[in-house]
């Protein structure tokens, strides 16, 4: 099924679940930016939160709040029994630290899972696993490459690959291009997280049989283009856009529903 369809598929399952809970999930969303970029992603979760049916509210602050400031707000939604999920928006002024934030946010709300302790795994690598399982891609035992090693995505994505009993190789910068050829020509599953637009392409030669997950999101005056070439001769390969940001945005969804049922 393609993404698209697919995460319909779930919201309406979704929607349909928070349909029959007495109250409804309720999510904050810290932001503390004016970035473009961040404004869009928030509203999107904004809108996917009023499609199923939760509650998502955007608590905006001015860029200027001082680092404690910021915790004390944390610390009051940590608190509150009424909100189930919690998240900062990244990126933050550069006068507060990134790692104290997430370490502020309660790890059984932090449904963005940056927490080491977060009761959650991040949205994206969580969502393509669930995603690669609707389709049925075998991954036990099947050689999984990732390409990137960032604390969001590649290496969660490696963890949970792992997790799944894959045989699991992580590529990165430092990474020659004859090992990157080398270690390619085995794979199975391919995640390509290095933020380089068509940084995966034709001249590398790929299992026929492969499938290959276009995480990146790279943005110029024609549109958004993934890490990998589209079109490459494998056996599926997520689009990009319509792909692995969809799924992102629906594990948001997924993780907070588990968050209201304190799991
Ligand atoms: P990041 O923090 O910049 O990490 C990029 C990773 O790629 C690093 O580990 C880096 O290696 C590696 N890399 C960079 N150049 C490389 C090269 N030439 N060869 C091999 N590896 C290379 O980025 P990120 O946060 O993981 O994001 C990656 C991409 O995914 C971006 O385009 C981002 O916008 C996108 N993204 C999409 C979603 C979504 O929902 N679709 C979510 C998050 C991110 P080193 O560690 O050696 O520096």
Known sequence: MIIKDYVNKRKNELKEEISKLNEKPCLIIIQV????????????????????????????????????????????YNNDPEVHGLIVQMPLPKHINENIIKLSVNPKKDVDGFHPMSTFSPCTPKGIIDYLKSEKVEIMGKNAVVIGRSNIVGKPMQILLRNESANVTQLHSKTTRSDMEFYLAHADIIVVAVGHQHFLDHTYKLKESAVVVDVGINRDETGLHGDAEPNLKVRLQTPVPGGVGLLTRLTLLVNLLEAYHGI
């Not at 996917?48 to 680092?67: F, M, R, W, Y």
């Open 33 to 76: 930016n004016n970035d473009p970029a961040s404004d869009a992603y928030v509203r999107g979760k904004l809108k996917d939160g009023a499609e199923v049916g939760a509650n998502v509210i955007l608590d905006k602050q001015q860029p200027t709040i001082s680092q404690d400031d910021l915790i004390k707000l944390i610390n009051k």
